[in-house]
């Protein structure tokens, strides 16, 4: 711990520029690191290249990956520790009973394989894991669900922002986060963009309220991803990233 920690003191002292992906990340660090030069910090979103929609409808790709008729809750990404996949195996079974609701796990990771087996031993035929796809293919499974899932352990203390929710708001998708109350990731969907929940494992029953709520009420679900999808292009392209750490360089050379 005593190594990294210097490392990290050393990278930060050397940095000209440290972009933090939330304003909560900008806060953590000036915290723990008060010698810092604070205007060094400096808010840098994630970014991604958008991918386009392919031409089918959610009801064509459920036909053809067997869901049809089905109200699909996505996960796609690493599968890891910090993941707490104990987070999904819990959906999947509060829902083991209900024949019209389906979990679908995409990616790969040191969790995946004990995700699969726990899916044998229970038995929960409502959840289905895939291995990681190639981009385009993954995106066009995704385009198919109903809601994108987030999930991370509870015990976090440090910000965090999932990567995967850049392409849940490309693909127009809700998001239900089942986070720790340490991220500012929660608020961000939820109150900033508007474009879905979140909560803690701990408030489990609101979670499912959430899922039940969107699950209803279709509209309301589609302006939640077209929210997220209107941010997603305003403010978390690759051109956006660019211009953030340009505008550094040159007030830098100013």
Known sequence: YRFFRAME???YANADHIGCMSQGNIDYVKKHNPGIEQDKLHLLRNWQKPSPAVNKTKQELKEQFGLKGQFVLFFGGNIGKPQRIENLIALAKYYKNDNQISLLIVGRG???ARLK???DDEELGNMQLLDALPR???FQVMQMADIGLISLDERFTIPNLPSKVLSYFNAKLPVVAIIDENT???SWVQDDIKAGFWNTI??????VEKIEF???NKEFSAQLGQNGYDYFCEQLLVENAYQTIMSRIDDEVV
Do not use: A
């Open 214 to 216: 969107l699950r209803s």
């Open 9 to 11: 003191k050393r990278m």
């Open 184 to 186: 500012d990731f929660g």
């Open 136 to 138: 385009d293919e993954y």
């Open 202 to 207: 701990d408030n489990f029953n609101t979670i």
């Open 117 to 119: 087996n726990t899916i």
């Open 110 to 112: 040191t969790e995946f």
